[in-house]
């Protein structure tokens, strides 16, 4: 299972980092991947991570994310710096590619002033 947190309301501008709790998968080995699905759109891949630490990014958001992880605690981090109304959205973490039963509710990101 994949249990993402840390979403909530931002001003334009603002920062917030978003976490992903594994369990009861062989965490390092896959890569792992945020995506996003804001009202009305198509959930869309924000970024990844290998299990070795490169990572790539929607060009939406290059520049002003990282994502990073810490397999020790099987965790997927999304730092998301000088946000955007436009970046509002629940995000969901997911193994890349994505697996169907590792969806969860994801968390909510609201950027508003």
């Known amino acids: 299972q994949l249990q993402a947190f840390g979403g909530g309301l931002v001003q334009p501008g603002g920062s917030l980092r978003l976490s992903c709790v594994a369990s009861g998968i062989a965490f390092s080995i896959r890569a792992m991947s945020w995506y996003r699905q804001a009202p009305g759109k198509q959930r869309e891949l924000v970024a990844i991570v290998t299990g070795s630490g490169s990572t790539d990014y929607a060009d939406s958001v290059k520049g002003r994310f990282l994502v990073s992880r810490d397999n020790a605690k099987k965790t997927v981090y999304l730092q998301m710096n000088s946000l955007k109304p436009e970046d509002g959205a629940v995000y969901y973490c997911?193994?890349?590619?994505?697996?169907?039963?590792?969806w969860g509710q994801g968390t909510l990101v609201t950027v508003s002033s």
């Open positions: 997911n193994t890349f590619p994505a697996v169907t039963d590792y």
